[in-house]
């Protein structure tokens, strides 16, 4: 019978150059100077996470761990530069033994040491998202199915398929049927399209970026040999914003740990937002019980935001069952209480916003350290309105604007083109919606149209007329298509819905678009729902040609991403939840808190959604330093015309009234 017994290598007394006490709070340097061995660092908002984990691994290097065993996992390749550049100048030199970046970055530099043994070169290439689209666009072509007769995904929503179910180590089947049920039909098909992918990657030597993460954990699962080699070299793992991982990186972190055990792991599971995507709450949660002599260490002082928002925030998560317990302690001092704001309509909310974000200029504050925040982006529509009346200027995070999104401008197309038949690109656009136009073929049709048009007499003009008149232009794919279009256009042209905005939008819904948003979108749902609020805010205006001059004002503004126009430091910031992760601010106000709206209706048909919702409203919350106004309409626009009551969220409703300053609004209404 033989044992193992493992030597350990005889080190004399650690002189630490830097003093952990002076620099860190106990809490800190109690995690930074942990013991070996497995630990779960719980970092509340504002904590201080990366200073601390910065902290660590500068503590493992001045023990004497060689830099080429210590492995230190990131999200981004910002977050892994910074942290590695940080622990270099903490040390005094440069570490390029040291083994840090994104997960994605470490599977290929794995995978290029060790690529003969699943099969591929060193020198494979890895696809980006435009790549992997045109290749699964090139096995769409090779393949037998008929995409005229039966509606399939077009390549960008295969895409978003495959990388969900790589992410959530799922079947394709079980993604379809779960978040894509629409396409449960084609499941088989959908199939056959992965495989060839598959195939077709293998034989041109490249890999996805999933397959960064799937072809690393395929590696250790079934080589032993590499398994062990990895296993030894990464004596300690170091991995930030733990609650983000999904089912792969998690059981990738688990195994390369499984030897030594000295995995420390950092993030706040109040802050896990991102199941949509892939992310595994169970990873942080369940922790302790998967590592059971795991040491559990809490980073509680909060550097961001004064007591009067902690406390807010701390009873913000409270209802949730599947929580570490924290309490977040000021470092800060006092500030004023977080504002309740309940507003008549969605329209006095954006009053509100803008009027209060003028007054806080007005004392001091700047525009660029205030924020709007939301749960959807369409959440936003009156307010954007409303700052560019007033000339406020404001930036969104995505870069997009609401009405600049392509199924907006899409929609938006068909009111323009039958209240102005002459508008070339309003019919182009159209067009170019079809299988089988594009550029030129748009161009020959318009060109076509337009001498049919102007040839009808002024009081016969007729735009489906016209459209039927050039149908053998149109190429065959196009067929079924165009006789679509001019149906739908003859509908649109009755008076009753002519005159109407939202029943236009609503029309082109329902005759076509929406079945061509799920075959283009992954996220269908959510702009299918952007669609309606468009409706509902058209509902307001007497004509479509108001409606087209307001979107006409919107959307002629310059965009976060195109040419600077209003430079940042000018600019509010408006920004969903999701995308303010990880930002702060002087002044936040979080908009739209109904029911329905935040929590959002879909999240509130699992304890599990309400859960991530809650800690989706914690994170909004915990972006203010000095000011907080929470607010939400009390009636909005009802698809049936008038107004509907809204009740405030439950989120709202589970605070302690004595933590709230209740503003009461009185004055203009849009109602």
């Known amino acids: 019978m033989s044992r193992e ?24 340097r109690a995690a930074a100077t942990a013991p070996p061995g497995p630990a779960l660092v719980i970092a509340g908002a504002g904590s201080g996470k990366t200073r601390t984990l910065t902290y660590r691994a500068a503590f493992l290097l001045e023990q004497g761990i060689p830099p080429e065993c210590i492995l230190l996992l990131t999200f981004t390749n910002k977050a892994a530069r910074e942290m590695m550049r940080r622990v270099a100048a903490l040390l005094g030199g440069e570490l390029p033994g040291l083994w840090g970046g994104t997960f994605h970055a470490i599977g290929a530099r794995v995978l290029r040491r060790h690529a003969a043994e699943i099969g591929h070169q060193p020198d494979f290439t890895i696809l980006d ?9 090139a096995c769409l072509g090779e393949m037998e199915i008929d995409v005229k007769a039966t509606r399939f995904p077009k390549a960008g929503v295969l895409a978003d398929i495959f990388s969900l179910a790589a992410n959530k180590d799922e079947t394709v089947e079980a993604v379809v049927r779960r978040q894509f049920e629409y396409f449960s039909e084609l499941i088989p098909q959908i199939c056959q399209v992965q495989a060839r992918y598959a195939a077709r990657k293998k034989a041109g030597n490249s890999m996805d970026f999933d397959d960064l993460l799937v072809l690393w954990l395929k590696l250790l699962r079934e080589n032993a040999a590499v398994r062990e080699d990895q296993q030894r070299r990464f004596q300690f793992i170091l991995v930030d914003e733990y609650q983000d991982t999904n089912k792969v990186q998690g059981e990738l972190i688990d195994l390369l740990a499984r030897r030594h055990g000295n995995l420390m792991v950092v993030g706040d599971d109040s802050q896990s937002i991102y199941s949509w995507r892939g992310a595994h709450f169970e990873n942080i949660i369940k922790f302790p019980q998967r590592y059971d002599r795991s040491a559990v260490y809490r980073i509680e ?19 949730n069952a599947h929580q570490f317990a924290k309490e977040l302690t000021p470092a800060r001092g006092s500030g004023p209480k977080p504002v309740l704001a309940a507003c008549a309509t969605s329209a006095d909310q954006a009053v509100f916003v803008a009027q209060r974000a003028l007054e806080l200029r007005e004392e001091g504050r700047e525009l660029s350290q205030m924020a709007v925040l939301y749960r959807s982006h369409f959440h936003a529509l009156e307010l954007q309105l409303e700052l560019t009346r007033r000339n406020i200027p404001f930036t969104i995070t995505s870069g997009i604007r609401f009405f600049e999104q392509a199924h907006i401008k899409d929609v938006a197309a068909y009111l323009k083109f039958i209240t102005n038949p002459r508008d070339e690109l309003a019919f182009k656009r159209i067009a170019r919606l079809m299988d089988g136009v594009g550029a030129r073929t748009a161009d020959r049709l318009w060109q076509s149209f337009r001498a049919q048009f102007d040839a009808a007499p002024a009081s016969g003009q007729n735009l489906a007329a016209a459209l039927q008149k050039i149908s053998a232009a149109v190429p065959k794919k196009t067929a079924v298509s165009w006789a679509q279009l001019t149906a739908t256009i003859s509908q649109l042209e009755a008076p009753e819905i002519r005159r109407n905005a939202a029943a236009v939008i609503r029309h082109v819904i329902e005759a076509g678009y929406e079945d061509y948003l799920k075959d283009q979108f992954a996220n269908y749902r959510a702009r299918r729902e952007d669609l309606e609020q468009m409706a509902l805010f058209a509902m307001q205006f007497e004509s479509v040609e108001d409606f087209l001059t307001q979107l006409a004002l919107l959307t002629n503004l310059e965009s976060e991403d195109a040419k600077p126009g209003v430079p940042d430091e000018e600019a509010m910031r408006l920004s969903t939840v999701h995308q303010a992760k990880g930002l702060e601010f002087d002044v936040v106000f979080l908009i739209m808190l109904c029911d329905g709206l935040f929590p959002s209706t879909r999240s509130l048909e699992t304890k599990d959604g309400e859960e991530e919702e809650r800690r989706l409203f914690y994170v909004a919350v915990t972006r203010a330093r000095d000011e907080l106004y929470l607010c939400h309409p009390l009636v909005r626009s009802a698809s049936s015309g008038g107004v509907m009551l809204q009740e405030k969220s439950r989120f709202l409703r589970e605070l302690p009234p004595e933590l709230l300053d209740e503003w009461q609004m009185r004055g203009f209404s849009a109602y």
């Open 5 to 28: 017994y493992v030597l350990q290598p005889f080190r004399p007394a650690v002189d630490l150059r830097i003093d952990y006490a002076k620099e860190l709070n106990e809490q800190q």
């Open 129 to 137: 998202r435009q790549d992997a689209e045109d290749l699964l666009s």
């Open 301 to 319: 002082t909060n550097y961001r935001s004064t007591p009067e928002i902690l406390r807010l925030a701390n009873a913000s998560i409270a209802a």
